[in-house]
């Protein structure tokens, strides 16, 4: 099994649309990524969002701002999506 280091730097190769396509999970309707994570991109789309805080863009269709959402939120890959746990984290808490 592939570290997580390794799995995010073959991802990191392409930037564009096919990166999350280099993992062995998808996503589906999971948004709890739009929740974990702290994000704080200078307060240009989203102010300074604590960990554990849901993202104002975030709706029940997903990112109302997926287009044009923060670096972080591009690249954020969670233990699921890498093949590092089996349950998603929205089925496990």
């Keep these: ?3 997580i280091d390794q799995f995010l730097a073959d991802a990191l190769e392409d930037r564009g649309e096919r990166f999350f396509s280099k993992f062995p999970n ?3 309707d999971c948004n709890v990524c739009c929740v974990a994570p702290a994000i ?3 307060g240009t789309t989203i102010p300074e969002k604590p960990a554990g805080d849901a993202c104002k863009h975030c709706s ?3 990112c109302s701002i997926y287009k044009k959402r923060p670096r972080l939120c ?3 890959a969670c ?3 890498c093949g590092l ?3 998603r984290p929205d089925s496990n808490g």
């Design 79 to 81: 233990l699921y999506l």
């Design 85 to 87: 746990v089996e349950e």
């Design 26 to 28: 998808k996503c589906g």
């Design 74 to 76: 591009k690249e954020y």
């Design 40 to 42: 704080d991109d200078g």
């Design 1 to 3: 099994m592939k570290k």
């Design 60 to 62: 029940a269709t997903g």
